[in-house]
């Protein structure tokens, strides 16, 4: 299958960061209230959930491309990650000393371990007391992420079983079935519930947010007549999803947002992952004018939250303008670090 390599998905990745750097800048600084009405629209264009349906589509592509190259697959993944957010752990350790005392520095090497491998959601107690309370709180999706990463080769290997495209889909609606009946026994479990470690602990895992991630996959499997209905039709799209937002949710109330797991919630990411795809597929030159081939994205979403936390330190709260000046900080962080770390990393690739 091939896949326009003219799209927009960097200006989607972008899109989907500042929504949740907005979301987090306004929460902090306390100025959510003075944002509702425009936070109310982002509510419904989650970042994390788009972050996750764009990787279920691009990396199953790339992996299939590179035909079950594991060493490619993994190098790559590799290299797109680590390198900025080892550089980020850094910078955030140094200013973890400065502004945490005192430090215990038993606590800071385990949380730098953790950072660096694929427990990004980890941070003492110790550490919870500066800025926002965690040091970098955002990367437990960094976690998720590499899970995700290490489980799609036989994950796609399985659905890749099936000699046709009708078998695969229920294949994967199969799968797809019993990663929600996962995430409703990990929210509704008594004992899980008890138990506020392991419901945590589950809650940073693949298996909770897989059905994300397939949905991805499965349009992918589909791609060669979804495309179709994507391509240069986002209006229509965005259209049928606020519809869609304004009756099942505002009006009728029957989800909340795309998190959810119910049919109405499930319904509700499925529209939001194929407007996402079409945007992605319509007007393809608009990222490249935009952008310049730069990719933020990364950089805005694992900066963010360091700079709100030293901004709190620093007495910054209550106000848009810090939000503004917040946002502007961490673009030019974001700028360095693709120039300076990924750009040159990803050169590094297969």
């Not at 902090?28 to 990787?55: C, Y």
């Amino acid at each position: 299958m091939t896949i326009n390599r003219t799209n927009n998905f960097d200006l989607l990745r972008l899109i989907a960061a500042f929504q949740v750097l907005i979301w987090h800048g306004a929460v902090q600084f306390k100025v959510f209230d003075n944002m509702w009405g425009f936070l109310s629209l982002l509510f419904h264009i989650p970042g994390v959930p788009i972050f996750f349906t764009i990787s279920g589509f691009l990396i199953s592509h790339s992996l299939e491309r590179n035909q079950f190259n594991l060493k490619k697959y993994f190098k790559n993944r590799a290299l797109r990650i680590y390198p900025a957010l080892w550089v980020c752990t850094a910078i955030t350790a140094l200013l973890l000393i400065y502004f945490v005392k005192p430090i215990i520095l038993k606590d800071l090497l385990l949380w730098l371990a953790a950072q660096v491998s694929f427990l990004q959601f980890y941070a003492s107690p110790s550490l919870k007391t500066w800025g926002a309370g965690h040091p970098n709180g955002s990367l437990w999706s960094v976690a998720v992420e590499l899970q995700f990463y290490l489980v799609l080769p036989v994950l796609l290997y399985v659905i890749n079983l099936p000699r046709k495209l009708w078998q695969t889909n229920l294949l994967l609606a199969a799968i797809f079935v019993v990663s929600v009946i996962l995430k409703l026994v990990i929210n509704t479990n008594s004992w899980v519930l008890a138990h506020e470690q392991v419901h945590k602990l589950f809650g940073n895992t693949v298996l909770y947010y897989l059905h994300f991630f397939l949905t991805g996959i499965a349009i992918y499997k589909n791609f060669t007549w979804i495309e179709k209905l994507v391509k240069d039709k986002v209006l229509i799209w965005l259209i049928i999803y606020a519809a869609y937002v304004l009756i099942a949710c505002t009006w009728l109330k029957l989800y909340v947002n795309p998190y959810d797991v119910s049919v109405w919630g499930i319904i509700a990411n499925t529209l939001l992952s194929m407007l996402s795809l079409s945007f992605a597929f319509s007007y393809i030159h608009l990222s490249k004018r935009l952008l310049h081939e730069n990719d933020l994205s990364y950089g805005i979403y694992i900066y963010h939250l360091p700079v709100i936390n030293v901004m709190l330190s620093l007495g910054f709260t209550g106000s848009i303008w810090n939000l503004i000046a917040m946002s502007a900080i961490v673009c030019l962080i974001s700028y360095f670090s693709w120039i300076w770390v990924e750009k040159p990393a990803m050169k590094a690739k297969f």
